[in-house]
Protein backbone atom coordinates (compact mmCIF):
# COMPACT_ATOMS: atom_id res chain seq x y z
CA UNK A 1 0.00 0.00 0.00
CA UNK A 2 1.05 3.54 -0.77
CA UNK A 3 0.43 6.09 1.88
CA UNK A 4 0.05 9.64 0.31
CA UNK A 5 -0.09 12.97 2.57
CA UNK A 6 -1.00 16.26 1.40
CA UNK A 7 -0.50 19.31 3.11
CA UNK A 8 -0.48 23.08 2.14
CA UNK A 9 -4.37 23.85 1.50
CA UNK A 10 -5.97 27.02 2.77
CA UNK A 11 -7.34 30.33 2.17
CA UNK A 12 -5.62 32.59 -0.37
CA UNK A 13 -7.36 35.61 -2.09
CA UNK A 14 -7.87 35.61 -5.83
CA UNK A 15 -4.62 36.47 -7.34
CA UNK A 16 -2.81 34.71 -4.80
CA UNK A 17 -0.21 31.68 -4.58
CA UNK A 18 -0.20 28.70 -2.77
CA UNK A 19 1.62 25.30 -2.91
CA UNK A 20 0.47 22.29 -2.07
CA UNK A 21 2.57 19.21 -1.21
CA UNK A 22 2.30 15.46 -1.16
CA UNK A 23 4.31 13.23 0.37
CA UNK A 24 4.52 9.20 -0.28
CA UNK A 25 5.62 6.08 1.27
CA UNK A 26 6.37 4.22 -1.15
CA UNK A 27 9.83 3.21 -1.68
CA UNK A 28 9.70 2.93 -5.67
CA UNK A 29 8.26 6.86 -5.70
CA UNK A 30 10.61 7.59 -8.95
CA UNK A 31 8.10 4.39 -10.84
CA UNK A 32 5.04 6.52 -10.13
CA UNK A 33 3.09 9.01 -12.09
CA UNK A 34 2.03 11.42 -10.00
CA UNK A 35 -1.23 13.91 -10.15
CA UNK A 36 -3.42 16.32 -9.17
CA UNK A 37 -6.90 16.43 -8.85
CA UNK A 38 -9.22 18.66 -7.33
CA UNK A 39 -13.03 18.03 -6.80
CA UNK A 40 -15.87 21.07 -5.90
CA UNK A 41 -19.16 20.53 -4.15
CA UNK A 42 -21.41 18.51 -6.83
CA UNK A 43 -18.54 18.36 -9.48
CA UNK A 44 -16.84 15.77 -10.91
CA UNK A 45 -13.12 14.79 -9.90
CA UNK A 46 -10.99 16.46 -12.39
CA UNK A 47 -7.48 15.97 -13.08
CA UNK A 48 -5.07 19.58 -12.82
CA UNK A 49 -1.69 18.32 -13.34
CA UNK A 50 0.40 15.33 -13.98
CA UNK A 51 4.06 14.30 -13.82
CA UNK A 52 5.71 11.19 -14.82
CA UNK A 53 8.37 9.63 -13.94
CA UNK A 54 10.81 10.63 -16.47
CA UNK A 55 9.29 14.08 -16.08
CA UNK A 56 7.13 14.96 -18.86
CA UNK A 57 3.57 16.96 -17.73
CA UNK A 58 0.05 17.62 -18.79
CA UNK A 59 -2.07 19.90 -17.37
CA UNK A 60 -5.53 21.02 -17.66
CA UNK A 61 -6.55 23.67 -19.92
CA UNK A 62 -7.60 25.74 -16.66
CA UNK A 63 -4.40 25.25 -15.18
CA UNK A 64 -2.15 26.35 -17.74
CA UNK A 65 0.08 28.85 -17.17
CA UNK A 66 -0.75 29.64 -13.78
CA UNK A 67 0.34 25.98 -12.19
CA UNK A 68 3.23 24.22 -12.38
CA UNK A 69 3.72 20.26 -11.00
CA UNK A 70 7.03 18.70 -9.45
CA UNK A 71 9.03 16.17 -8.18
CA UNK A 72 11.29 15.41 -5.98
CA UNK A 73 11.97 11.73 -5.83
CA UNK A 74 14.23 12.28 -2.97
CA UNK A 75 11.92 13.29 -0.78
CA UNK A 76 9.12 10.92 -2.18
CA UNK A 77 7.51 14.08 -2.84
CA UNK A 78 5.04 16.03 -5.53
CA UNK A 79 4.15 19.66 -5.68
CA UNK A 80 1.44 21.64 -7.45
CA UNK A 81 2.42 25.51 -7.38
CA UNK A 82 -0.36 27.19 -7.79
CA UNK A 83 -0.05 30.75 -9.19
CA UNK A 84 -2.83 33.77 -10.04
CA UNK A 85 -5.27 31.98 -7.69
CA UNK A 86 -9.23 32.70 -9.08
CA UNK A 87 -12.44 32.21 -6.92
CA UNK A 88 -12.95 29.10 -9.53
CA UNK A 89 -9.74 27.10 -8.02
CA UNK A 90 -11.65 26.51 -4.93
CA UNK A 91 -12.23 22.79 -4.64
CA UNK A 92 -10.54 20.12 -2.72
CA UNK A 93 -7.56 19.11 -4.28
CA UNK A 94 -6.09 15.08 -3.98
CA UNK A 95 -2.78 13.64 -4.82
CA UNK A 96 -2.66 10.56 -6.80
CA UNK A 97 -0.09 8.03 -7.20
CA UNK A 98 -0.63 5.76 -10.43
CA UNK A 99 1.57 2.71 -10.84
CA UNK A 100 -0.07 1.26 -14.05
CA UNK A 101 -0.71 -1.75 -12.29
CA UNK A 102 -2.47 0.33 -9.06
CA UNK A 103 -3.17 3.74 -8.03
CA UNK A 104 -3.21 5.70 -5.09
CA UNK A 105 -5.60 8.85 -3.31
CA UNK A 106 -4.63 10.89 -0.87
CA UNK A 107 -7.28 12.10 1.99
CA UNK A 108 -7.28 15.81 -0.08
CA UNK A 109 -6.50 18.99 1.36
CA UNK A 110 -8.75 22.26 0.93
CA UNK A 111 -8.15 25.00 -1.49
CA UNK A 112 -10.56 27.91 -0.63
CA UNK A 113 -10.10 31.52 -3.05
CA UNK A 114 -11.28 33.89 -1.15
CA UNK A 115 -12.13 37.95 -0.96
Known amino acids: QVQLVESGGGLVQPGGSLRLSCVASTTIFSFYTMGWYRQAPGKQRDLVAAIASGGSTNYADSAKGRFTISRDNAKNTVYLHMNNLKLEDTALYYC?????????WGQGTQVTVSS
Open 96 to 104: KADGGWSHY
